[in-house]
């Protein structure tokens, strides 16, 4: 997908799972939002996989960086 930069998942124990998608700017993420092959994954994902789910979408304009050499 165009924009698309990574994804990261994480588990509990208790079953959580967490994702971390990251996009290049708010218009590559609409149009992932809104791309018809991404719209049936959500519904099938709410028709056979999760009983629940949460999402938030969050602006950070600044990152930071430490690498010790």
Known sequence: M???LSI???YARDGERVSI?????????????????HREAQRL???K???EFR??????????????E
Do not use: M
Request: proline share 7%; glycine share 6%; aromatic share 18%.
């Open 21 to 37: 998608v990251e996009f290049e700017s708010k218009e590559a993420h609409e149009a992932w939002r809104k791309h018809p092959e």
């Open 45 to 47: 994902g709410r028709e």
């Open 55 to 68: 999402i938030h979408v969050l602006d950070n304009p600044r990152g930071y960086d430490f690498r010790k």
């Open 49 to 51: 996989f999760y009983s």
């Open 2 to 4: 165009p924009g698309f």
């Open 8 to 10: 990261k998942t994480f």
